[in-house]
């Protein structure tokens, strides 16, 4: 047992009524403070609450300094597969081109470059946010033209101003099945409904339309602008990242064979970056410098 000191040394015994009656011979106060414990303690709670730098997420802790850029491409690495036509079953007139339903975009490959459209690759979890991957307030026009939605996958931020608009001359039922946002609507011909997504999502979140059911696309909402989504020759770019941080990096494609559609490769190239069978991998950018990788995806990554 502890007892207290008369002279009342602050560190070696706590004195918790001496301001109502001195210091005199008390029993046991309860554990005594230790000053390098405390120390360490408050050390471990700034770096936890992301005071290492500005910009830095709640909760992750920062240790990097500077930006990267990253950069890549995605191959495939078989014969590029023919599209089949959507199966338009009503409002041919406006559903289809000259009598001709469009062709799916399940899987789109370049004949000349044998790129994959519409990869997204996205930062799980940012450890730091520079401000150009702030929250985006510049609205997006999603258009709904001839029967299918003109942008197949569409990444943006939480809190962004989504207008879902119909060009066509037909209503279409447009509905958003997220796990945290959904929208279920019908749009009348040439008019537009203001949607903004709330809350993250951890994988793009399914788009239909009920009325013609052969029309999908995806949405993507994400609290930053880490994200991007592959162009027709394959290639992707995100900048400003945070460099000198273990960065997890998401890939995804609406065919993809891995949880949730996860893009999962096995090749040399991807064990580089302890790809994970959630088609998951790790990078880690240098300041001011671009970081390439080139990845082939043999067609056994999607599903048939």
Do not use: E, I, K, M
């Given at each position: 047992m502890i007892k207290q000191s008369k002279t009342c040394g602050l560190w070696l015994v706590?004195?918790?009524?001496?301001?109502?009656?001195g210091c005199g011979e008390r029993g046991?106060?309860?554990p005594v403070a230790n000053s390098h414990t405390a120390i360490e303690i408050r050390k471990a709670l700034d770096t936890f609450s992301g005071s290492a730098g500005e910009g830095a997420t709640a909760g992750v802790a920062s240790s990097g300094t500077g930006w990267g850029t990253l950069r890549g491409r995605f191959t495939f690495d078989a014969a590029p597969p023919t599209m089949a036509p959507y199966d338009v079953t009503k409002d041919l007139a406006t559903c289809?081109?000259?009598g001709k339903p469009p062709?799916?975009?399940t899987l789109l490959v370049d004949s000349a470059t044998k790129g994959i459209k519409n990869i997204v690759v996205f930062v799980r979890n940012a450890p730091r946010v520079h401000e150009s991957a702030g929250p985006s307030k510049e609205p997006i026009i999603f258009d709904q033209k001839e029967c299918v939605f003109v942008t197949h996958v569409l990444p943006l931020t939480v809190g962004q101003s989504l207008q879902l608009k119909n060009s066509d001359?037909?209503?279409?039922?447009t509905n958003i099945r997220g796990k945290k946002n959904t929208f279920n609507q019908t749009i009348p011909a040439g008019a537009s409904v203001p949607f903004t997504p709330q809350k993250e999502e951890a994988l793009p979140a399914p788009m239909n339309c009920s009325i013609h059911p052969w029309m999908s696309a995806y949405m993507l909402p994400r609290e930053n602008g880490y994200y991007a989504v592959t162009a027709e020759d394959?290639?992707?770019e995100i900048p400003h990242?945070?460099?000198?941080e273990d960065l997890e990096i998401q890939?995804?494609?609406e065919r993809g064979t891995g949880p949730g559609g996860g893009v999962v490769l096995s090749t040399p190239e991807a064990k580089e970056y302890k790809w994970s069978k959630k088609g998951r991998f790790k990078v880690k950018l240098e300041p001011d410098k671009t970081k390439e990788i080139d990845l082939n995806v043999p067609e056994t990554a999607f599903r048939s």
């Open positions: 706590p004195c918790v009524v001496w301001l109502a009656s046991y106060l309860g289809t081109l000259d062709l799916q975009q001359n037909v209503g279409h039922n394959g290639t992707f990242l945070p460099a000198g890939v995804w494609h």
